[in-house]
C-alpha cells in the first residue's frame, strides 16, 4: 500500500514538473518584454531600436507556450512601434496590421480587457478600417469597462469622432462617458473643447436627454461653436 501510494505521488509529481516547464521558460523568456512595458509607461520609453528585439522576445514566448499576456505585450509593442515609425508611413501601418493581429489573439483569450478593446479601436481607425469594426469594438470596451477612468478621455475622443455612426440606442453609451469624464476629468475636458480634440456640437446632440449638464458645459461655451 505505501509503496503504490509512493508511487502515485512521485508519478503526479513528475506529470505536474513535466507540465510546468513550458510555463516557466516561457515566462523567463518574456521577462525582458514585461520590464520594457512597465518602464515605458513609468519612466523609461522604449527606444526606436529595441522593438524589433522585443518582438522577437514576445513571440518567442507564444511559440513556448500560447498564453494570453503574450500577445497582449506583443499587440502593445507593434502599437508603440507604429507610433515611434508614424503611423501613416507603410512601415507604421504594417505595424497596426501586426498590432491588429497580436490584439485580436489576446481579446480570444482575454475579453474582458477594456484598454485592449480600445486599443484595437484605435488600430482600426489609424487604418481606415470601416466604421462597423471601430464602433463594435469601441462598444466592447465600454461594455466591459465604462467607469476605466484611465480609458475615458481617450476613448471618448475615438467615439465623438464616430458618434454618427452609433445606433440610436447605443448613443447613451457616449453620453453616460460624457457625464463620467465631466465627473473626473473637468478642467482636461474643457482643454479639450477648447482645442477641436471633442467637439462640442456632437455632445451636445447627444445630450439632448441630459439637459442639465448640457447647460453646464454650455456655459463654457455659450455660442456652442466647434473650437
Same mark, same amino acid.
Given at each position: ?40 509607461? %513609468?519612466?523609461?520609453?522604449? &527606444?526606436?531600436?529595441? #522593438? *524589433? +528585439?522585443?518582438? @522577437? ?76 469594426? %471601430?464602433?463594435?469594438?469601441? &462598444?466592447?470596451?465600454? #461594455? *466591459? +469597462?465604462?467607469? @476605466? ?39 482636461d475636458m474643457k482643454k479639450h ?10 455632445m451636445n446632440k447627444l445630450l ?8 453646464q458645459i454650455n456655459k463654457e ?7
Amino acid at each position: 500500500m505505501k509503496v503504490a501510494l509512493l508511487t502515485l505521488v512521485i508519478i503526479l509529481s513528475t506529470t505536474t514538473l513535466y507540465l510546468s516547464i513550458p510555463r516557466l521558460f516561457s515566462s523567463l523568456t518574456y521577462l525582458p518584454v514585461e520590464a520594457a512595458l512597465k518602464h515605458h509607461w %513609468i519612466d523609461y520609453p522604449i &527606444k526606436a531600436d529595441q #522593438y *524589433t +528585439g522585443l518582438i @522577437e522576445t514576445a513571440k518567442q514566448s507564444i511559440e513556448k507556450l500560447n498564453e494570453a499576456r503574450y500577445w497582449q505585450g506583443l499587440g502593445w509593442l507593434y502599437y508603440l512601434q507604429a507610433t515611434s515609425q508614424g503611423t501613416n508611413t507603410p512601415e507604421g501601418q504594417q505595424s497596426l496590421s501586426n498590432a491588429q493581429n497580436a490584439f485580436e489573439n489576446f481579446l480570444k483569450k482575454s475579453p474582458a480587457s477594456p484598454a485592449e478593446w480600445l486599443r484595437l479601436s484605435w488600430v482600426h481607425s489609424l487604418q481606415n478600417h470601416g466604421a462597423v469594426q %471601430i464602433v463594435e469594438t469601441l &462598444k466592447m470596451s465600454l #461594455y *466591459t +469597462g465604462r467607469a @476605466e477612468r484611465y480609458l475615458m478621455q481617450n476613448r471618448l475622443e475615438l467615439a465623438l469622432q464616430y458618434a454618427d455612426y452609433f445606433s440610436e440606442e447605443d448613443t447613451s453609451l457616449i453620453s453616460d462617458q460624457i457625464q463620467l469624464t465631466w465627473r473626473f476629468f473637468k478642467r482636461d475636458m474643457k482643454k479639450h473643447i477648447k482645442s477641436g480634440t471633442y467637439n462640442i456640437n456632437t455632445m451636445n446632440k447627444l445630450l439632448t436627454n441630459n439637459p442639465e449638464l448640457k447647460q453646464q458645459i454650455n456655459k463654457e461655451y455659450p455660442d456652442g461653436h466647434d473650437y
